[in-house]
Structure formats: structure tokens, C-alpha cells
RNA sequence: GCACCCGUAGCUCAACUGGAUAGAGCAUCUGACUACGAAUCAGAAGGUUUCAAGUUCGAAUCUUGACGGGUGCACCA
């Protein structure tokens, strides 16, 4: 379906002369009172044409052809243009929204083909608070991709080889608790790896020890191999059970380790093709010279002027960086799903790796490079009440299995005050549903670049903009369709289908409302950013809560009766597949 | 020092990427339950968008400068 913008801008198209290669664009309005949309194309067409925008506006409207969709277009203020839409055109793109299953988004021109390389949490070390931006993002946006039409690549890249398996295997061999080990694997491999790692501090011959390890496992020596898989193997099982809970899933999980015999290779070719040279013992990319200092990621400027700010892509002693797999992993991705996007969901302190990432990526292979659309999609930290990052009250990193079953713990408290008569098992469901998605919705809601802060009382509240919120809203729907079905069974039963009939104003509302789902969703993809779908959905939940105060639906009666219970549906779904695209499920009962 | 991000109502956050009178929730105040779920709705009050200049029909948004905060800057990822 075509969204109501992209069929107006199209009229406006037929009726500008020589409209250029300026957007012509067709927002919705930004006050009701001005009409339903509007546009300023007059005014920037003015603006090229040094021409008066109230005049250009006018020879717009005197060639515009918009009389089946509109009731009025008016030219206002500065140079405006208000339209207004017919009744009984809304009426009939509601009821061809409410028929199609992509619930009026458009179809794109190209389906894409997107990897999407979220979460990546560590083997050995338990998932936190640290993760959760990039999975529940991540997630978030392959949905949406997903929805849209787009082919869509879930990659899990894992941290499961570098330095800190030298210092993981040396605890393991030392100190390991093989009873704490079977209780908490994570919580063992994270204190063998803490303890070993403060010793390497102080020590030089338990560092030696720890190095002497790594080079075992690199040169595949069997028992650090196996110990080393047997490793990946907990720490594995640990993500299975978060992702679980998270309704989280990947197409794909390749771990660093997985690259290995394309690090070679890659530093090779950028020594090759000069991209990369020797630097103190370190293979590193310098500055080509083809940017302007401020805008050169291999430069920074100090007190004394400007100085490089290379990347390495091989260390003195010979060993791969990040930066070599990353590279690696990018040139591999292409090779094996020739995507047309790459995005990359990780936190805001990577901007420079990724700047400097992409940029030897286009030295390295221009044609490529020309073809796919890297994108970082980063984002702020969580943080405490106090300001500070996020941690629990003696100082310790959150981990997310706790976070998970707090979320659920106070949301069961919540769900039991309200519903004591429901039985235990109903209540721990609907509070998994509220818990889980309380938390994801409050991460999903702020704009991404930017730190927010992190509070249950705000998430787990039934007032504002929260999932409960939302997830009430769908509710109270469903309530509706319990009460229709119970007398159903006295032979009132709901035929879906019934014509719609838009009346009075907040079934008008209702319907604009929906519509514009279809003009939000490619967008939200656009940006990356899933906080827009948020507020969306916030908007439909309050104005379908407008409508339900306004219009009684069980109490009306005959066609209006029929054409409201159609409208309660549609928002349903609405509600249902919008929060379901941000991860987020709905109870029937709450 | 340089780069990136941020500074919006008492608090927590929006603002369709330069549009018309800057919007929500919490907290405060007023009103609506013998009621399709009041976990709701209707309303009031709350603003020099940190400050100062500039760009133009028009600025929270762009430019420059100042002030304040976060993050990153050579072998960890």
C-alpha cells in the first residue's frame, strides 16, 4: 500500500513546473487545525526560484489535482500548503489498511539484503547490563527489517578468542572449583579469570605463565583446545538461556576465532597495496592525505600540532587486534551474503574504531565498499539514579539474568496486588510479559545516542509511556472481545469484516491515527531508530483510549456497533504487531 | 589539547531532521467509576530550549564563540 505522503507528493509533482531534484515533502500536519497534511515545497521552491512562496504555493494550487482526496487545500501562513482529507477517502484506506497484512506499510522498491551484528557478548564472562542496549536494538531492528520485507542476516559475533584465554586457561589448570564451576560456570570462569588477571599485574612469571598458555591454545595444542571449547560450550548454554528469555534469536553465531585464517591474509594485502606499514614493530594504517585534518580519522591534533592516530592492524608481537578481525569479519560478510547493509549495533565509545574500520575498508576495497552501506548505530550508556553508569548498590556490574528477574519479581508484585484471584501460574506468565517487556520498551524509548536513566518505578508504571501502558491498551481490547464471545454463545457472535464507518471525531482520529503506521515503519528503519516506532505506538495507545472513552462499542448497536468492533480489532493488531517489532509481547489478561 | 555526543518545564524524556502557538509522563491542582478493565479519560498550571552573536521568510535543530557534562584518543575488545 501507498502511504498517503508518497501519493500527495506525487500529485504535487504533476502540478509544479520543472520540480528539480528537490524533495517535494508531505508531512503530516503539525497542528489539527491546519488540516491533515501539509507541505512547505512552495516555500522551498520559492526559495530557488528567489520567487514569492505565497505566489509559487498559489500556481501550485491552480494546477493541482487533488479533488478525489481532498476536501480542501488551502495555502497558509509563510506559504503552506494544508490539505484537508474527504471523509469517505479516509474511510476507504482505513478499510484497506485494515485488509492488508502488512497493516498498510509499503513494500520496498528492492528487497535488501542487511546483516545485522548485534549483542556480542564474551565466552567466560556473564552477560550485563552492558549488553542489553545492543541486543534488544539489534533485535528490534531486524524485526522491523524483517517486517518490511527486507532479507535480513542475525549475526552473533562472539568474543571467544585474544589474550584473556591465556589468562583463563592458566585458572582453569590452578584454581578451579569444579563444584562452584558446575553450580555457576560463568560465575567460576569470571573469578578464575579476575583472580589469575590481578596476579598478572604484580607478577611478571604469572603473566608469562598466562602468555605461555595462549601461545599453547594459537598453536593448537589438543587440551587447551579442548578446555577452550569446553569453555565456549558454558558460556554458550548461559546465552541460550538469556536470548531465551529475550525472545531473541540469530541466524548466524560466529566468533572472533572463526576469522582466524583470514587475519593473515588481510594484513598482507594492506602492506601490499601500502594501505599498511611498519610503525614501531606494529603494522598500522596511517593518514592518506585525502581528507582535511579535522576530518581525518588517522589524525589528532595535540599541543604541539597534528600527529597520526593510526590503526593497527597487527601488533608488535606479531598477534591480529580487533581491528584485523573486524576487517576480516567485514570482508568475509561480503563475500558469503553480498548485503547491500552492514549495521553494526554497539555503544558510542567505538565510534573512532568503526570511523577508522570503514575508512580502510573503502582504501582497501573501493568497489565494495561502493556498493554496501555501513552503518554504526551506537548508543549511550544506562544509568543509576545517581547519574553514575548503572550498577547495583555495592558497586558491582548488573548482571542481566538478575536484571531479567527483577523485572519479573516486581512485576509479579504488581500483577498479584491487582488479580489476586488469578492462579499463580497466569500471574507468573503476564508477569514475565510486563517484566521483560517493561525493560525493553524503557531501553527502546529514549533517543539511542544518549545516555538515559534507569528506573523500575518509571518502567513498571501503568501511567506515561511504558509497555504496561501499551500492553493495557491491547488488553482492554481483547477484554472487549471476551465480553462479545461470552454472549456469542447467546448467538451474538462477531463476524470480522463489517464495512467501516468513520463518524463522529474520535473514530475519525482513530483512523488517521492508524494510517500513519505505514508512513512511520520505513523510517524507523532509515534512522535506526526504533524509538520513533515507541512513540508512535504511545500515540495510537492514547488515542485509541480517547476513542474507547468517547465511542461505547458493546453498547451501540447495528452498523456502528459492527464498525466499531472492526476498529477495536484493527487496533489490536496495530498494537500487537507494533510492540511485537520492538520485541515486545502482549498479555490477553493482565 | 583534539574529536564525537549532550545541555529543552521542578524531575525523566520527545519534537517527523529548518516549519506555523516547543509536546508527553511523573510530581502539584480540578473533574469523571451502580461504568465495554479507573492499570483509564477530560482539564489547569508549569518554558527567554545553558548563554551570546550570525545565516533566512522561519532556528531547540545549521555556523561561530563562551560556559557546563559524558566519552574516546598506539599495540584491550
Known amino acids: 500500500m501507498e502511504t498517503i505522503p508518497s501519493i500527495l507528493e506525487e500529485r504535487l509533482k504533476a502540478a509544479v513546473e520543472d520540480p528539480g531534484p528537490t524533495p517535494l515533502s508531505i508531512t503530516s500536519a503539525s497542528d489539527s487545525r491546519f488540516g491533515d497534511y501539509q507541505s512547505n515545497a512552495a516555500m522551498l521552491l520559492a526559495k530557488l526560484r528567489k520567487s514569492n512562496p505565497r505566489l509559487v504555493a498559489q500556481q501550485i494550487l491552480d494546477r493541482l489535482q487533488v479533488a478525489d482526496i481532498c476536501s480542501s487545500v488551502e495555502i497558509a501562513g509563510a506559504g503552506f500548503l494544508n490539505f484537508r482529507l474527504r471523509e469517505d477517502w479516509l474511510q476507504e484506506r482505513v478499510s484497506q489498511m485494515k485488509a492488508d497484512p502488512r497493516l498498510g506499510v509499503p513494500s520496498p522498491l528492492r528487497p535488501l539484503g542487511m546483516v545485522i551484528d548485534f549483542s556480542s557478548p564474551n565466552v567466560a564472562k556473564p552477560m550485563h547490563v552492558g549488553h542489553i542496549r545492543s541486543t534488544i536494538l539489534g533485535d528490534s531492528l531486524a524485526r522491523i527489517a524483517a517486517f518490511i520485507g527486507h532479507n535480513v542476516v542475525r549475526d552473533n559475533h562472539i568474543g571467544d578468542w ?57 598453536t593448537g595444542d589438543p587440551e587447551n583446545l579442548l578446555l577452550w571449547k569446553e569453555m565456549i560450550r558454558l558460556s554458550q548454554s548461559q546465552f541460550d538461556t538469556i536470548y531465551g528469555r529475550l525472545g531473541v534469536r540469530f541466524d548466524v553465531t560466529l566468533g572472533e576465532s572463526f576469522y582466524n585464517e583470514r587475519l ?46 593510526p590503526a593497527i592492524v597487527l601488533k608488535s608481537d606479531g598477534a591480529a587486534n580487533y581491528m584485523t578481525t573486524d576487517l576480516a569479519t567485514l570482508q568475509y560478510r561480503i563475500e ?47 544509568l543509576g539514579d545517581d547519574g553514575r553508569p548503572f550498577k547495583t548498590r555495592s558497586g558491582e556490574t548488573v548482571r542481566l539474568a538478575d536484571l531479567l528477574d527483577e523485572a519479573e519479581e516486581r512485576s509479579f508484585a504488581q500483577v498479584s496486588e491487582r488479580n489476586p484471584a488469578l492462579p499463580e501460574a497466569e500471574r507468573r506468565e503476564i508477569a514475565r510479559i510486563i517484566g521483560i517487556g517493561a525493560v525493553k520498551y524503557a531501553d527502546l524509548l529514549p533517543h539511542r545516542q544518549g545516555d538515559y536513566m534507569f528506573s523500575w518505578e518509571r518502567m513498571l508504571s501503568f501511567q506515561g509511556n511504558t509497555a504496561p501502558y501499551l500492553q493495557n491498551a491491547y488488553v482492554r481490547i481483547r477484554s472487549i472481545f471476551r465480553k462479545l464471545a461470552e454472549a456469542g454463545e447467546a448467538g451474538e457472535a462477531w463476524t470480522p469484516g463489517a464495512p467501516l464507518r468513520l463518524e463522529n471525531g474520535a473514530e475519525i482520529a482513530l483512523g488517521k491515527r492508524l494510517l500513519e503506521f505505514g508512513e512511520v515503519l520505513p523510517q524507523v528503519l532509515q534512522d535506526h531508530r526504533p524509538n520513533t516506532l515507541a512513540n508512535y505506538l504511545y500515540e495510537l495507545a492514547n488515542t485509541f483510549h480517547a476513542f474507547y472513552e468517547a465511542c461505547p462499542v458493546l453498547k451501540s448497536e447495528g452498523d456502528q456497533r459492527a464498525s466499531r468492533l472492526e476498529l477495536c480489532d484493527v487496533s489490536a493488531r496495530m498494537l500487537k504487531t507494533g510492540l511485537g517489532l520492538l520485541g515486545i509481547e502482549v498479555p490477553e489478561k493482565m
Request: glycine share 6%; aromatic share 10%.
Open 264 to 309: 593473515k591474509p588481510v594484513v598482507e594485502e594492506l602492506k601490499a597495496s601500502r594501505i599498511a606499514r611498519e610503525s614501531d614493530g606494529a603494522i598500522c594504517v596511517f593518514s592518506d592525505g585525502s581528507h582535511s585534518q579535522e576530518e581525518d580519522v588517522f589524525l589528532i591534533k595535540d599541543k604541539d600540532g597534528w600527529r597520526d592516530n
Open 162 to 218: 585474544g589474550t584473556q584465554f591465556g589468562m583463563l586457561l592458566l585458572g582453569w589448570k590452578t584454581i578451579l572449583d569444579r563444584s562452584a564451576l558446575e553450580q555457576d560456570p560463568l560465575l567460576e570462569m569470571e573469578r578464575i579469570y579476575k583472580n589469575v588477571s590481578a596476579r598478572c599485574r604484580d607478577d611478571i612469571a604469572v603473566l608469562e605463565k598466562a602468555r605461555h598458555e595462549l601461545v599453547l591454545l594459537q
Open 336 to 382: 558469503t551474503w553480498h548485503p547491500d547493509e552492514i549495521v553494526y549495533v554497539t555503544d558510542g565509545r567505538q565510534q573512532l574504531h568503526f570511523r577508522q574500520m570503514f575508512s580502510i575498508f573503502r582504501r582497501w576495497k573501493p568497489e565494495a565498499a561502493a556498493t554496501v552501506r555501513l552503518s554504526h548505530v551506537w548508543f549511550g550508556s544506562i
